[in-house]
């Protein structure tokens, strides 16, 4: 079992920054892939932005191409996601997630193992 918790969430005014952290312990946790989806209300929950365990392969979704950015310390056991210039778009709860592999479209493969989600709500 891999435990994961994010932290840094909350509310900021659209054109703000914010940096999600999220922390994996337990069973070989630096050995997955890494990354982070949201859910808005009322929507199905996607992915935002991941990473593979070597940090060699990284996706984002359009809607978020240059504005965040995934990152991983060395130990492998922590994410991060800066997010700049945000908008009200990017309302929802945001989790973390470590899985076996991610696919070429932000798909979940094998194992995987989620957070408990952090709130980010950004204010017109």
């Known amino acids: 079992q891999v435990q994961l918790a994010e932290s840094g969430g909350g509310s900021v005014q659209a054109g703000g920054s914010l940096r999600l952290s999220c922390e994996a312990s337990?069973?070989?946790?630096?050995?997955?892939?890494m990354g982070w989806f949201r859910q808005a209300p009322g929507k199905e929950r996607e992915s935002v932005a991941l990473m593979s365990w070597t940090g060699s392969e990284i996706y984002y979704s359009e809607s978020v191409k240059g504005r965040f950015t995934i990152s991983r310390n060395s130990r492998g056991d922590e994410v991060y996601l800066e997010m700049n210039d945000l908008r009200p778009e990017d309302t929802a709860v945001y989790y973390c997630n470590a899985a076996f592999r991610y696919g070429p479209t932000g798909e979940i493969s094998g194992e995987n193992f989620w957070g408990k989600g952090t709130q980010v709500t950004i204010t017109a």
């Open positions: 337990g069973r070989a946790s630096s050995s997955y892939a």
